[in-house]
């Protein structure tokens, strides 16, 4: 008897790159989201260690997305599978995805800089500012960066029920797609 999967072949799945990269992210947003909650919740002490961690780890997360899209549009994809409108939100809510895991730590990382705090990538490389201290869209950019967290938390959540949705109630090989 074939084990879960295993119907599907290499050609079914994606490339281990991308395989790789989904749950290595996947790990380290719900890593740093709970994190970026607490530093309002922490004592000043110990904030500016919060952020260090939480924006590292969040710059980290964007240079592993432009890996991903690279290998994403330099790869060969399974066709999605199903009907037209799930084709369609399951390809809008991955692209929400990919847009929203480069638009947050971006804004994140600008706006820290524009509040005057450059990042130094886990207390041991610095890294340039693009813009500097810039109090004047400071605010913006930390906005952006909530907003876009609250969004990103929505499409996880859209993306998780698919997920139980084809694992649990259709029983069929999508999550193996992706292991």
Do not use: Q
Request: no cysteine.
């Amino acid at each position: 008897m074939a084990k879960p999967g295993e119907e599907l072949g290499e050609e079914g799945r994606y490339p281990s790159a991308l395989r790789f990269l989904h749950w290595i992210i996947a790990g380290l947003v719900l890593a740093t989201w709970p994190l970026g909650l607490m530093i309002g919740f922490v004592k000043d002490a110990v904030k500016l260690d919060f952020y260090m961690v939480h924006e590292s780890i969040g710059f980290l997360v964007l240079w592993l997305m432009l890996l991903r899209i690279g290998a994403r549009l330099t790869g060969t994809m399974p066709p999605i599978e199903g009907p037209a409108l799930e084709r369609l939100v399951a390809g809008l809510v991955h692209g929400l995805l990919y847009v929203f895991l480069v638009v947050m730590p971006v804004s994140g990382f600008l706006a820290t800089n524009a509040h005057g705090f450059p990042l130094t990538w886990f207390g041991l490389v610095p890294v340039w500012s693009p813009i500097g201290k810039a109090p004047d869209i400071a605010g913006t950019l930390s906005a952006i960066h909530e907003w876009s967290a609250w969004i990103l938390l929505t499409l996880f959540a859209l993306h998780f029920a698919a997920v139980v949705f084809h694992h649990v109630i259709r029983r069929d090989e999508t999550l193996y797609r992706i292991l």
